[in-house]
């Protein structure tokens, strides 16, 4: 049996009383490796509202961890940042070090690998699709073809919000490169904005994977 399923990782600010963003790292928050985001991920699932509970609940626990510290969370797409601020984060964080694996199905060669563009730094809602193999008790590698019709499916279904928030529209990563690469697992949607809709972005990925054949 194969399972279609979906998974959500949101970005979210760290910030102080001034609304100055904190490092999220600094004080263990969950985050990826370019510093300055907290990044809050779901369970795998099928059903949309079980899995906007199930990111709600970790997002409860780093907002109750930022209350304690004297900080807060905040949900935006993006945020004014200056030159120097940029250069500070890229260089602690080693960013030209990092490999960027993500694809453009319209051949766009700029990308939000690094969060910056703009004079912006921005946060974005990544959207994972993968198929489970219950018998095998793996993953099963989904062809590059079922991927960009997912993706360019999920950019008409939310252009409006993509083009609004300044995103790139049509970006994806196949998961199971670099580190990765011997376990396959999917691909990440990677076009949203953090402030879209959760449940309609579920509800959309889930009859997508479920409608296409692989």
Not at 15 to 31: G, R, T, V, Y
Request: charged content about 30%; some cysteine; overall charge negative.
């Amino acid at each position: 049996m194969i399972l279609r399923e979906i998974g959500l990782e949101c970005e979210y600010w760290l910030l102080d009383d001034c609304d100055q963003i904190i490092e999220a790292p600094k004080f263990n928050f969950p985050s990826d490796e370019m510093g300055f985001l907290i990044e809050v991920r779901s369970g795998w699932g099928t059903d949309p509202q079980a899995i906007i509970n199930s990111l709600d609940a970790e997002l409860r626990h780093v907002e109750d961890k930022a209350q304690a510290l004297g900080f807060h969370t905040e949900n935006k797409a993006w945020m004014a940042v200056t030159e120097e601020w940029q250069q500070y984060i890229s260089e602690k964080y080693k960013h030209a070090m990092m490999s960027d694996y993500t694809r453009n199905i319209y051949g766009h060669k700029d990308t939000q690998h690094t969060g910056f563009r703009g004079g912006r730094a921005t946060a974005g809602l990544h959207v994972h699709f993968s198929l489970w193999d219950t018998e095998a008790e793996d993953f099963v590698w989904m062809p590059e073809e079922a991927a960009k019709i997912i993706v360019k499916a999920m950019d008409r279904c939310f252009k409006h919000e993509i083009k609004h928030t300044l995103r790139i529209s049509g970006e994806w990563e196949p998961k199971g490169v670099g580190d990765d690469s011997e376990r396959p697992h999917g691909f990440e949607y990677r076009s949203l904005p953090a402030t879209a809709d959760k449940l309609k972005i579920s509800e959309t990925a889930i009859k997508l994977l479920k409608e296409i054949n692989c």
